[in-house]
């Protein structure tokens, strides 16, 4: 938490304000990068589509893996930073964040980060042993992109995109339910479609900078990069569309209605492509999809239409 301190005139009755001072705990906060945590909202998805949203056992497993899945990736989140904090310092943005700018110190850092791996490392093998060792990969697959994928061009976003999938792959183990694997592809097209989309906008915004803030941005391109994007955002939508017409999906919800959801994606998909296109500051996925407002009411609308057509509360 910030605090203020205040000092006095040499009368010692008017007090003037000095500029609020981050605490560290404030600092280690914002490390965490709590605004990055819903990306683990993909380990709800086997709750959702498992059809057991309503088992209140079920939702409290799903919550616990959510919690897990995000002690984890802020463990790696600072580690991340740890690690780049020289490089970040040549970045528009990601210089103030906390470590880079000094007002975290390493071993506050790393004490941070230790402790949060092994609390959700610990908390996963809890749940189960299948758990515990999802956790574990989960951990190493980070732990080889914060040291080596993130340098190697388009792994770089496969390692990512990876990790999507097994947020997605947890929230079914924890349940004990099968999931789709089209919808597997479809989450790891997704996350490959921001992640790429991401890396247009660091190269758009950095320009001529990239490659001393990341060597590996030198081996894409604008162009290449939009190229990339318009075959996975295809790739993602005809996944989708696979996904809700088959004919393993309509028997297994009882319904072909599904396919009433498809507007949403495509919709989702193409705004986004406009935003990125329109802002060449270089906000994440994360910042474009919870700060505009036709995006975050189309993601919303395709939540509720999947567990209306899904759970039929209306008969």
Known sequence: MAHVTTKYDQTGVSPTRETPVPSLWADLLVSLRPDQWTKNLFVFAGLVFGEQLLEPGAVA??????????????????????????????????????IAAGRVSPSAAGTMAGLLLGVGILGAFLLGPAMGVLSLAFAVLLTLYTWTLKEVVVLDVIAIAIGF?????????VLGVAISQWLLVCTFLLALFLGLTKRRQEVV???????????????????????????????????????????????EFGTD?????IPFPVYGV?????????????????????????LAVCIVGWGLAVAVIIYRPFG
């Open 257 to 261: 209605r599904l396919t009433l959801t």
């Open 165 to 173: 999938v097994m947020r997605a792959v947890a929230g079914a183990l």
């Open 205 to 251: 915004a950095l320009g001529a900078d990239a490659t001393g803030h990341r060597p590996v941005l030198a081996r894409y391109s604008a162009a290449l990069l939009d190229q990339m994007v318009t075959i996975v955002a295809g790739a993602t939508l005809v996944s989708y569309a696979v996904y809700t017409t088959s004919p393993g999906t309509v028997a």
């Open 61 to 98: 497993r799903s919550c616990a893996t959510f919690t897990i899945f995000c002690a984890l990736s802020s463990a790696m989140y600072l580690f991340n930073d740890l690690r780049d904090r020289t490089r970040d310092r040549l970045h528009p943005t990601k210089a103030l964040r906390p």
């Open 270 to 294: 193409l705004r986004y492509l406009m935003l990125i296109h329109n802002d060449s500051s270089g906000p994440g996925p994360t910042d474009i999809l919870l700060g505009d407002r036709p």
